[in-house]
């Protein structure tokens, strides 16, 4: 019993850290999709529509590591691998849904969520984000 106790604390250990990589990875990710860097844009600048956006992401990407791990294989090493896998992924498809409604939308999406002033655009954007990351969910269930 102690050794299993043990070990389930361990892979939790591990899939925290690999959950935290994923979240950074995030952070990494709206960061390149935003002009200027999201370290002053929020913490600095106060700017709530780039604070909506990473929310949204690290929200989705908390979901897709949730997801992984909630349907994670009986073996630790593919539960793992998979979790990195499908986290990936879901940042790809983030990535790819900013790209696409900023394709269709006017404007420059990056220079809107990095302007001080609050813009709807902003909501839509995090929207998308954060549906982007359901469906990598639905997809791993």
Known sequence: MLE?????????VVFGIVG??????????VD???????????????????????????????GIVFTAILTSYDSFGKGLASTVLFGLIGLAVMALA??????????????????????PAARVSAASHF?????????IA
């Open 131 to 139: 549906g982007a990351a359901l469906i990598v969910c639905a997809c």
């Open 98 to 119: 900013f790209v696409v409604l900023d394709l269709l939308t006017p404007g420059r999406l990056g220079e809107i969520i990095g302007a001080d002033e609050p813009h």
């Open 20 to 29: 935290v990589g994923l979240m950074a990875a995030g952070f990494g990710l």
């Open 32 to 62: 390149l999709l935003t002009p200027g860097k999201l370290r002053e844009l929020i913490w600095v600048r106060r700017n709530g529509n780039a604070a909506l956006l990473l929310a949204a992401n690290q929200l989705g990407v908390a």
């Open 4 to 12: 299993d106790l043990l070990s389930g604390a361990w892979q939790s």
